[in-house]
Structure formats: C-alpha cells, structure tokens
C-alpha cells in the first residue's frame, strides 16, 4: 500500500542512480514486512521504493522513517 498523494509532501525529487535499501513495506492483506527495495524518489517526508524485479516488481511510497540504507561489505584477503 503506497501513500496518498498529499502524505507524501514535495517537491518529489529523482534518486539517480537508485540506492539501495531495506524498507518496512506494508501489503494489501495489512502484512508489514521488510524488503531489499531501490529508492528511486524522495520527498523531504516519503521515499518511493521499488522491490522485486521484471514484471514483478513493486513500487510504493512509504515514510521516511521507514527507510534504512543497505550496506554492503567486502572484504579482501
């Protein structure tokens, strides 16, 4: 379920290239749950996330806080 138009706030600005991130995403049944998603727009409160990939990804607006950065790790040894 994405956020209203009027929740989101602007202006909406473009995530170039898109970040990668975890988001707390809450389905149609009412399910909350946490997805790798790309933020690929941002408002100064909502970020629309796109998860899944080719005909089945999904893309939302949700809060801000709802948000985090992924980070990946390497190691060299």
Same mark, same amino acid.
């Given at each position: 379920?994405?956020?209203? %138009? =009027?929740?989101?706030?602007? &202006? #909406?600005? =473009?995530?170039? &290239? &898109?970040? &990668? #991130?975890?988001? !707390?995403?809450?389905?149609?049944?009412?399910? =909350?749950?946490?997805?790798?998603? @790309?933020?690929?727009?941002? /408002?100064? =409160? $909502?970020?629309?996330?796109? !998860?899944?990939?080719?005909?089945?990804? /999904? $893309? %939302? !607006?949700? !809060?801000?806080? $709802?948000? @985090?950065?992924? #980070?990946?790790?390497? /190691?060299?040894?």
């Amino acid at each position: 379920m994405s956020l209203p %138009a =009027d929740a989101r706030g602007g &202006p #909406v600005g =473009d995530v170039v &290239p &898109p970040a &990668p #991130v975890h988001a !707390w995403i809450r389905t149609y049944r009412g399910v =909350d749950r946490r997805v790798e998603a @790309k933020a690929i727009a941002v /408002t100064g =409160d $909502a970020v629309l996330v796109e !998860w899944g990939s080719g005909q089945a990804a /999904t $893309a %939302a !607006w949700v !809060w801000l806080a $709802a948000v @985090k950065h992924r #980070v990946v790790i390497t /190691t060299s040894l």
